[in-house]
């Protein structure tokens, strides 16, 4: 589902990680403001996207993936300044990972969190609050 996401080497993760601020800013301009990087803006990133998209299956379409891709980029990045130890990482080696190559956020206890998947479950869920309760269980 996530495949055509997936970064296939160390160099193609460096790559996506230096693009974040550009990807964020055209997210930003599509809801209309700047998000902070609270745990609020979850909140209004999650009520865009569940007004935005009726399913999560529309966000996975094409041309749909690069505002995917922005919102998991702020969702990591309110993980990594909200949670002690919290880094983005990605998993190359265990294909057996359910988060084989797609960009996660590793937590100081080892835990491991995919954003991407975060908003497509939040997509599925439709429950408001979901993404916040997420990163609260961690905090």
Same mark, same amino acid.
């Given at each position: 589902?996530?495949?055509?996401?997936?970064?296939?080497?160390?160099?193609?993760?460096?790559?996506?990680?230096?693009?974040?601020?550009?990807?964020?800013?055209?997210?930003?301009?599509?809801?209309?403001?700047?998000?902070?990087?609270?745990?609020?803006?979850?909140?209004? &990133?999650?009520?865009?996207?569940? /007004?935005? +998209? $009726?399913?999560?299956?529309?966000? =996975?379409?094409? !041309?749909?993936? *690069?505002?995917?891709?922005?919102?998991?980029?702020?969702?990591?990045?309110?993980?990594?300044?909200?949670?002690?130890?919290?880094?983005?990482?990605?998993? &190359?080696?265990?294909?057996?990972? /359910?988060? +084989? $190559?797609?960009?996660?956020?590793? =937590?100081?206890? !080892?835990?491991? *969190?995919?954003?991407?998947?975060?908003?497509?479950?939040?997509?599925?869920?439709?429950?408001?609050?979901?993404?916040?309760?997420?990163?609260?269980?961690?905090?």
């Amino acid at each position: 589902m996530l495949g055509a996401l997936q970064l296939h080497s160390r160099e193609a993760f460096q790559i996506w990680l230096a693009g974040d601020v550009e990807v964020r800013d055209e997210l930003y301009a599509l809801i209309g403001e700047p998000l902070a990087t609270d745990l609020d803006s979850l909140d209004v &990133l999650e009520a865009f996207l569940l /007004a935005r +998209y $009726r399913t999560q299956r529309k966000i =996975l379409q094409l !041309g749909e993936r *690069e505002i995917l891709d922005a919102a998991a980029r702020h969702v990591g990045l309110v993980m990594l300044l909200n949670l002690d130890g919290a880094a983005w990482a990605i998993e &190359l080696d265990d294909e057996d990972n /359910a988060y +084989y $190559r797609l960009p996660i956020v590793r =937590l100081a206890d !080892g835990a491991e *969190e995919c954003p991407l998947t975060m908003i497509t479950a939040a997509l599925d869920r439709r429950k408001r609050g979901y993404l916040r309760g997420i990163v609260d269980s961690y905090a």
